[in-house]
């Protein structure tokens, strides 16, 4: 399992699926520097400008309340 989830990729019920990452910060040009380079490593990846912003992305994809 730690080569699988090294590529970025997570065993949930004997299924593979890309890990998640969500990328926070302020500055828009490095987000999406680092959006893109987890990307092409194999990551799902959302992003967020602000806390604010963060923690209405993980409501919205059901990780908090």
Known sequence: VAEVVQKGY???DA???PASVLVVDDE???RNALAQ???H???E???A????????????????R
Not at 53 to 61: G, H, T, V, Y
Request: proline share 0%; no cysteine; glycine share 8%.
């Open 45 to 47: 990846v959302f992003t």
């Open 28 to 30: 828009q040009s490095l």
């Open 10 to 12: 997570l065993l949930n």
């Open 49 to 64: 400008a602000t806390g604010d912003e963060a923690l209405e992305r993980l409501r919205s994809l059901g990780y908090i």
């Open 37 to 39: 380079y987890l990307r």
């Open 15 to 17: 299924v593979i699926r």
């Open 41 to 43: 490593r194999g990551f």
